[in-house]
């Protein structure tokens, strides 16, 4: 993922809007919910997505696309890809959210097996 400053470093995303780019990447990291624009496209609901767009975000969609496909966990992490998987990342707390479940439950599994920290 990468953080604004470096998008307008990478030709590829120099015309995404600042605000775009760190809706995505909030919700990637933490599992905050995005407006309904960002929210169709990472439902990969590109119909919803152009209504919902302002025209800058409609004119640099192709870009965006290419944000989500190369930037943020793909698609087979449960990351975006539909509403059902937009809701769960959103319940799960994004990668932090997912990190801190993971911790949690290796400190209970080495808990349970009688070890100390």
Not at 33 to 42: D, T, W
Not at 96 to 107: L, P, R, S
Request: proline share 3%; net charge negative.
């Amino acid at each position: 993922m990468k953080t604004y400053e470096e998008c307008q470093l990478d030709i590829r995303y120099v015309a995404i809007k600042r605000s775009t780019i760190e809706t995505i990447n909030h919700y990637v990291t933490n599992g905050l919910r995005p407006g309904s624009f960002c929210r169709a496209v990472l439902a990969n609901d590109l119909v919803e997505a152009f209504a919902r767009a302002d025209q800058e975000n409609s004119f640099t969609m192709p870009a965006i696309a290419s944000y989500l496909y190369n930037e943020i966990p793909g698609r087979h992490s449960g990351c975006w890809g539909s509403y059902e998987a937009t809701a769960e990342w959103i319940r799960r707390g994004g990668m932090e959210g997912i990190a801190k479940a993971a911790k949690a439950a290796a400190e209970e599994k080495l808990d349970g097996e009688g070890h100390t920290q």
